[in-house]
């Protein structure tokens, strides 16, 4: 067993090893994934992030020390194999591996504590407990690998959008948007919060000047959910920009999630073949549905609701038996949106927010802001919090606050449909529920 790497390097990744690799000698470091001694022959399949290879060794022709090695070798261990390359139909990408040596860089402890090549299930908790053997999983990598390209498309898209990346705090001295959903922490002397929304730091950015900005980044809330959609830490994509009014960061948000699509389907053909998930790009415009409209097709579902209620669990389930992709739902009533969602000029009871669904999942909420300190202090007063403790925020708005607007998409929950997975846990590395915070 090799202690240190030395000289070796690795010189291809499985998919990168084909027929035209025919001949060439290569080297492969990965994890032992499955052993058949037949006697006379030995196979050894070695996966790496990006697929699997047969290792091929018969016992006549492959030298006696290679053969050892290969006998010592356990599940899941890690090793770098070097060796040539030659045809094989029934293989992965169709070719082999004759190995001219093999050498264990770490031994895995048997028995493992779960699978990875899932010949035997595992319940989701077992697999959250040994998360770390879970993400060998060709199907669950295949999902990680979909989320990079979401997060690195969109800030493509921002980039080449004319926004600014900014990083707000997650140490909060008060509620982003009141109530009691916040993680209490102790800030040295005082009590402090971990932050649930970047939404007060944008609106400060527009009164900075920077005019379009976006954040990719960690949102935390203490709600007691303990649902399939529903964590603790969440990431968030965050975006707001000046100037611009809700119809106005609907569109962006349109493109957004469209590049989105089309990003995916072209550089993670091969993942989404993994999930099996049929993802086609989706029209536009998305469909426009006014708030009075969805509490009357909710209603004729035979879900009771009145308005100015927000969605239930059921009134969600019965929109998406009427929408089946992305649609917007708009003119929520005011009294149910944060304080600083600007209310209609015409009609106060209804306000400038939206959320964009995804049949019966809500996937983003936006609005255009209240930009008027005097408005904006009235509104924090109705909802029943304190105006002193927003001094910072509001002071913000006393010298040039310009009209202006944004939203928030949930990524974990985005990667939910792009992928496939019912179970929101499933599109994050380590969940942190409401029961889970190890590991």
């Known amino acids: 067993m090799a202690s240190l790497l030395s000289d070796l390097r690795r010189t291809h990744y499985t998919k990168n090893i084909n027929s035209n690799s025919v001949g060439n000698e290569i080297t492969i470091m990965g994890w032992v994934h499955e052993i058949r001694d037949l006697g006379g022959i030995i196979f050894v399949l070695i996966r790496d992030r990006e697929g699997r290879i047969q290792i091929t060794a018969p016992t006549k022709h492959v030298d006696q020390e290679v053969l050892d090695t ?3 070798l356990r599940k899941e261990s890690v090793v770098s194999v070097k060796g040539k390359v030659q045809d094989a139909g ?39 407990d040994s998360r770390f053997i879970d993400l060998r999983r060709e199907n669950i990598t295949a999902i990680f690998k979909i989320k990079s390209q979401i997060l690195h498309s969109t800030r493509d898209f921002f980039q080449n959008n004319g926004f600014m990346e900014i990083n707000t705090p997650k ?29 007060l730091y944008k609106q400060m950015m527009m009164a900075a000047g920077f005019d379009k900005v976006y954040e990719i980044a960690q949102i935390f809330r ?19 920009a000046s100037f611009l009014d809700d119809k106005d960061v609907m569109d962006i948000l349109e493109k957004l999630i469209n590049k989105v699509i089309y990003d995916v389907i072209d550089t993670e053909n091969h993942s ?12 536009c415009p998305f469909p426009v549905v006014k708030y009075d409209e969805a509490v009357d097709i909710i209603n004729s579902k035979g879900v009771e609701m009145e308005w100015g209620d927000d969605l239930s669990r059921a009134a969600e389930k019965a929109l998406g038996e009427v929408y089946d992709n ?17 209310p209609n000029e015409k009609d106060p009871t209804i306000s400038h ?21 005097d408005l904006l202090v009235e509104k924090i007063s109705e909802k029943g919090l304190n ?28 990667t939910m449909v792009l992928t496939g997975v019912n179970n929101i846990r499933e599109a994050v590395l380590f969940p942190r529920d409401r029961r889970r915070l190890t590991p």
């Open 70 to 72: 290969i006998r010592k």
């Open 272 to 283: 989404l073949e993994i999930l099996d998930s049929k993802l086609e790009l989706c029209g």
């Open 171 to 199: 140490l909060v001295a008060s509620a982003t948007e009141g109530g009691t959903e916040l993680f209490p922490i102790t800030y040295f002397e005082r009590e402090a919060f971990l932050g649930q929304s970047p939404q």
């Open 222 to 240: 203490a709600e007691e959910h303990d649902t399939l959609r529903h964590l603790n830490e969440a990431i968030s994509i965050d975006m707001e």
């Open 353 to 373: 927010a939206f959320d964009l669904m995804y049949k019966n999942l809500e996937i983003s909420s936006g609005a255009m802001r209240v930009h008027q300190h």
């Open 387 to 414: 105006p002193d403790s927003f001094g910072s925020y509001l002071k913000s708005f006393d010298y040039g606050m310009p009209p202006h607007s944004g939203w928030g998409v949930g990524a974990d929950r985005l």
């Open 90 to 128: 029934k293989a992965p990408n169709g070719v082999e591996i004759i190995p001219t040596e093999i050498i264990i860089l770490n031994e895995a402890n048997q028995p493992l504590p779960m699978d990875p090549t899932d010949k035997v299930k595992a319940e989701i908790d077992t697999r959250l």
């Open 326 to 342: 992305f649609y917007f739902l708009t003119d929520w009533p005011t009294e149910i949106k944060p304080f600083y969602v600007m």
